[in-house]
């Protein structure tokens, strides 16, 4: 992939995360000052290699979960820490968590707090205890209008304690987009989640769980500087 291909995918992942619908050439066109002709033959080598598409008779493109993997892999995580790259929002959670009064005021605060700023769902464990909050949140993105994307994410919610308990990701930042996830693969979702060092368990996760369509950077950050609260808060 090109320079220029890795940034306009940036671009539709970014546009399309923020409008929820296809993003067309002539909006890339003006961002990148270049022809909307361009623009198209760029995108058409970007479908062909996978990493977008366009859905039913639309103009504009979506990313796929090949497209948004690869853009994930491309943030990395920031060497300067997450606590650099939050915004003051993100900075209350820490307040929140030092004062809630006991690790399992701690965790519902956890995940309170990220489903609030995400409009993602919230989630944390402790000892074996799956804490979920937002689920409102969740379902109110047009993503899961349709009852078969509702099934598949209520499998996957069913199933993910046991999975994480199973599984034990260890990587600081864990991303699991769409068809990654081991469990419900068809909910157009993304699993973000990290680990954190727990006195009360030795497999201690928090994080979200939102659609495909999200603005994985800043989720990512924010999912890393809360496991970090937890860590300080215990």
């Known amino acids: 992939m090109t320079d220029r291909q890795a940034q306009i995918l940036a671009a539709i ?10 993003v067309g050439s002539v909006t890339l066109a003006k961002l990148f000052n270049v022809s909307p002709a361009t623009i198209r033959a760029e995108m ?3 479908e ?20 948004y993997r690869y853009y994930v892999n491309s943030l990395g995580i ?17 307040v929140r968590l030092e004062s809630a009064g006991g690790p399992a005021r701690a965790i519902r605060s956890a995940a309170d707090s990220l489903a609030e700023i995400t409009h993602n769902l919230g989630l944390a464990t402790i ?16 993503e899961f209008g349709q009852v078969t994307a509702v099934k598949e994410v209520a499998r996957l919610l069913d199933n993910l304690e046991p999975w994480l308990r199973e599984a034990a990701p260890t990587e600081p ?3 699991y987009i769409g068809q990654e996830n081991p469990i419900g693969r068809n909910s ?23 659609p495909t369509r999200q603005s994985y950077r800043s989720v990512m950050d924010l999912v890393s500087y809360t496991a970090k609260s937890l860590e300080a808060a215990f």
């Open 13 to 22: 992942v970014e546009q399309y995360a923020e409008i929820a619908a296809p």
């Open 44 to 46: 058409s080598r970007l």
């Open 173 to 175: 930042i864990n991303v």
């Open 127 to 142: 000892g074996g205890q799956l804490y979920m909050s937002g689920l409102s949140h969740l379902f109110m993105q047009p």
């Open 78 to 94: 920031s060497s300067e820490g997450p606590e650099q790259a939050i915004d003051r929002s993100a900075r209350a959670i820490g």
């Open 188 to 210: 157009g979702c993304t699993l973000i989640i990290s680990r954190f060092v727990s006195p009360y368990s030795d497999n201690s996760y928090v994080g979200t769980l939102g």
């Open 48 to 67: 062909d290699g996978g990493y977008i598409t366009h859905p039913h008779t639309s103009a504009g493109r979506i990313p796929t979960d090949k497209g």
